[in-house]
């Protein structure tokens, strides 16, 4: 039995020796490997955490004591120890757990995470309403170098220093260069800064010296200076000292000997905020994501085939002191190697390329054409695609990091003097930048185009992830034109469009591959514009994006029973085709209209106001029924494949049919000609 089997809780750490607890590392990160190369999920993050997170729940009084994951990503060894292991098989599966922390799998989670920068905010407020209900438990917040220079974290940062919050940062510095020194120095200051000695000497010295007769203030100030230079020479984290945090570190991530003792000091003797900077490996115990921090980080990962045992090269020793030079544990970490099977090559050359791919090529095209064009991702250069931009043009890409608000502005600004900037952001991360959309980008009408990408459901990430929130966010703002193509050579025409005008342009495409149609000369799409693509008397379908294909679909159903069944692809969610779509609506029994986005607000709610203003004066529009198919806004949509969430959701083929067909039986609608029902049910 694995030593891993043996942990059902945190406590149960408490009662392993060093070599066992070495052994768990090692359980924990083959669990890891074998589970994730199945599901998919993010392996770099959780596999350079594993020593980190055995130390914490060792040390903690989990969950009397709160421990925070920022982001969630790097989760999943606190899954593993926290009675989760019976279930780890299904991890971001439908119905299983969750690619994140979540309050309702376990009372050890406690935040539902998903995105970067809030951890160091929930930590505060967690640590101040125990100081409000007196009590004394440990909260610890474990926070990642990327998503620390988020303006939130920097806020957080600010606020946690200047009340003196009693908590513990935990800084996980895995690679991102914060700083590269780890030396004996470094270390014999940390041990001292955490010494009750020496905080407690410090301040009786400077009251002494400060009464001094004349020179008492001066010498003051020159000692904190004196000491303040010392530091800053042999750590690197003046900046969190000089916002009154005690910065400790750097210490070796994979060393639980040094993560032991410097955690659990500092837990004990904190009388204010703490930072222990972490240094970690990415990809820890496994060479393909140790090679490829970029391609293993996210959720979607290379094909993966782990082999156990064999020649030592898929899972043999690692020397651990080659990533950190202070580990005590080299020998006793496993490492594992991937290869890729014919049938995964085969199926990843057969895949058409998906909706970013698309984007990135003729953005590329775009830019080769026009020097003003430039690109913006906000720390997504790969997942965005914008990674091939970049390499063709260097100059004129922009990465920004995990700071969405500061990527839009700064698109904004380009704008403003003159560039045509490109700003491409996953759906659900745009969320965070709706103040900038509105009052830089709108307000001041430049012509941004706002790359959507993730739009619509994304899959096994989850709530926090799913981009369908977007649509109603943008088309109540002025100034902003909303597209979305309904296959990938038309999104290649709506990019061409959208560098064709001089307003805001939001182009939002889906995670999915597209639909392998042949190539073809993309035309600018005057604005407002669209188009249909199947006349019909009986019933009018009016789609918005990908989704139209679906729609489609079941149109070809409906007609073999009889049904006459109208087919538009709006293109543009704002302005919508009002002309188009009033003349397509006369004389129909029945409109419905289909989104992958929330129904509330959103592409049919734009088309049942204007039909309701178009019904002020016309009555044979305001008596049409209108059906509006979308996400529901009453829920957030859990995580599962894409396909499986849209059966839920009944956005594939078969819940579409069955919704329009339910709208049919409540609006007592039939089709036209009985003879052409029975007729078609004869054949």
């Not at 709160?66 to 999943?76: E, I, M, P, R």
């Not at 690197?236 to 070796?252: A, K, M, N, S, W």
Request: proline residues 5%.
């Amino acid at each position: 039995m694995s030593v891993l089997q043996n942990v059902t809780r945190p406590s149960d750490l408490r009662r392993l020796n060093e070599p066992q607890l070495r052994e768990l590392c090692h359980d924990l990160r083959s669990t890891i490997i074998s589970t994730v190369a199945r599901t998919g999920g993010h392996l770099g993050s959780s596999l350079g955490v594993v020593e980190l997170t055995v130390a914490l729940h060792r040390i903690l009084d989990l969950p009397n004591d709160k421990l925070v994951w920022d982001t969630g990503h790097q989760a999943y060894a606190h899954k593993l120890l926290t009675g989760r292991q019976a279930e780890f098989g299904t991890l971001r599966q439908l119905g299983g757990l969750g690619g994140f922390p979540r309050r309702s799998e376990s009372p050890y989670d406690v935040f539902d995470g998903g995105h970067a920068g809030t951890g160091l905010s929930i930590a505060e407020g967690l640590a101040l309403a125990r100081d409000q209900h007196g009590a004394n438990s440990k909260i610890a917040v474990v926070v990642g170098d990327a998503a620390l220079m988020t303006g939130m974290s920097l806020e957080a940062l600010n606020d946690i220093g200047h009340r003196k919050t009693r908590m513990l940062i935990v800084l996980n510095d895995n690679e991102m260069s914060i700083s590269p020194t780890v030396g004996a120095m470094s270390t014999y200051l940390s041990r001292i800064k955490l010494s009750r000695t020496w905080r407690g000497s410090k301040r009786a010295y400077d009251e002494l010296i400060v009464k001094l007769p004349v020179v008492g203030p001066s010498a003051l100030e020159w000692s904190k200076r004196f000491r303040k230079s010392v530091v800053s020479f042999a750590q690197p984290g003046q900046l969190f000292e000089d916002l009154g945090i005690t910065y400790v570190g750097p210490i070796p991530g994979h060393d639980l000997r040094a993560l032991n003792s410097t955690l659990r000091r500092a837990l004990r003797d904190m009388d204010g905020p703490v930072l222990v900077h972490v240094r970690t490996n990415k990809g820890r115990g496994y060479r393909p994501a140790e090679a490829d921090k970029v391609g293993f980080h996210g959720a979607a990962l290379p094909p993966m085939t782990v082999l156990e045992g064999g020649d030592g090269n898929t899972f043999g020793p690692i020397d651990a002191a080659a990533n950190t030079g202070h580990s005590s544990l080299n020998g006793n970490h496993s490492d594992g190697d991937a290869t890729l099977s014919a049938t995964q090559a085969a199926a990843a050359r057969s895949k058409p390329p998906n909706y970013t791919a698309v984007m990135a090529q003729e953005l590329i095209a775009i830019g080769r054409e026009d020097t003003r064009v430039v690109a913006i991702t906000a720390g997504m250069p790969t997942g965005t695609g914008l990674s091939k931009f970049q390499a063709e043009f260097p100059g004129r890409f922009f990465d920004v990091g995990i700071a969405e608000q500061h990527a839009v502005t700064l698109a904004t600004g380009l704008a403003l003097g003159g560039q045509r900037p490109f700003v491409a952001i996953y759906s659900t991360f745009l969320q965070r930048a709706f103040d900038q959309i509105v009052h830089d980008v709108c307000q001041n009408d430049q012509p941004v185009v706002i790359g959507v990408d993730r739009a619509g459901l994304v899959g096994e990430d989850g709530t926090s992830h799913q981009g369908m929130f977007t649509i109603p966010a943008q088309r109540q703002l002025p100034n902003i034109i909303v597209a979305s193509p309904k296959d990938e050579q038309e999104l290649r025409a709506l990019l061409r469009t959208a560098f064709a005008q001089d307003h805001p342009f939001a182009l939002h495409y889906p995670r999915d591959p597209g639909f392998d149609l042949p190539a073809v000369e993309p035309a600018v799409i005057p604005i407002g514009t669209a188009e249909v693509l199947r006349e019909g008397s009986d019933i009018l379908f009016i789609g918005f994006g990908p989704i139209v294909h679906r729609a489609s679909e079941v149109a070809d159903v409906l007609a073999k029973d009889g049904w006459s069944v109208g087919v538009v692809n709006a293109r543009f969610a704002k302005p919508l085709d009002r002309d188009l779509i009033l003349e397509q609506v006369r004389r129909k029994s029945l409109v419905v209209t289909f989104e992958e986005s929330v129904a509330i607000g959103g592409f049919g709610t734009g088309v049942l106001e204007l039909l309701a203003e178009a019904g002020m004066s016309d009555a044979a529009v305001r008596s049409i029924p209108v059906r509006v198919i979308g996400l529901s806004g009453g829920q957030f949509i859990d995580h599962g494949s894409v396909g499986e969430l849209r059966r839920v959701a009944r956005l594939d083929v078969e819940g579409l049919l069955g919704q329009v067909r339910e709208a049919l039986d409540t609006a007592a609608v039939r089709p036209a000609t009985t003879e052409a029902l029975q007729k078609a049910r004869s054949a």
